[in-house]
């Protein structure tokens, strides 16, 4: 087992890394009923990677306009099936909405002439990579932008 999987990841660095306010990052977590859940410790949550990597995802399957519902279920089949080191560098999906439902190819049974105009191409191994760098230290998260106060 890679000790990385045990790691304690804050919520707020949860919330910077996928892009999702703390919000609604808990509200998420109250609806989830996956495994992926984090770990109250005292007033606090904490993730381990392969969380951290599932609300990534979620937040990315929600911006292409997936129902919150089909998100979650399809988040976890992808961090269920990923290898306990994390994915391939390589590893991609790509997601394409048919008929309310929600299509999920891998990179190499589509080429990237067919893909369909409105399709979420999630570059997971880098997705991975990025959240494994800044939980380190080596690569920090985007900054999240700040709401201005009303006067």
């Not at 990385?4 to 808990?26: H, K, N």
């Not at 089909?70 to 790509?94: F, H, K, N």
């Not at 067919?114 to 990579?129: D, I, S």
Request: charged content about 25%.
């Amino acid at each position: 087992m890679n000790d990385l999987q045990y790691r304690e990841v804050p919520l707020l660095t949860v919330s910077a890394l996928s892009g999702a306010d703390v919000a609604t990052l808990r509200t998420w977590i109250a609806r989830n009923p996956t495994p992926y859940r984090g770990q109250k410790r005292g007033r606090n949550l904490y993730f381990s990677l392969r969380e951290v990597y599932f609300y990534c995802i979620l937040r990315r399957l929600i911006e292409y306009g997936t129902s919150i519902a089909t998100a979650m279920e399809t988040a976890q089949q992808l961090v269920d099936g990923t290898p306990v080191d994390g994915p391939a560098a390589d590893a991609s999906v790509v997601f394409v909405h048919l008929r309310g439902m929600l299509a999920r190819y891998d990179r190499n049974d589509l080429l990237e002439d067919h893909w369909p105009l409105a399709a979420a191409h999630l570059q997971l191994g880098k997705l991975w990579r990025h959240i494994v760098k800044s939980v380190h230290g080596e690569d920090r998260a985007p900054p999240r932008p700040r709401r201005k106060l009303a006067k």
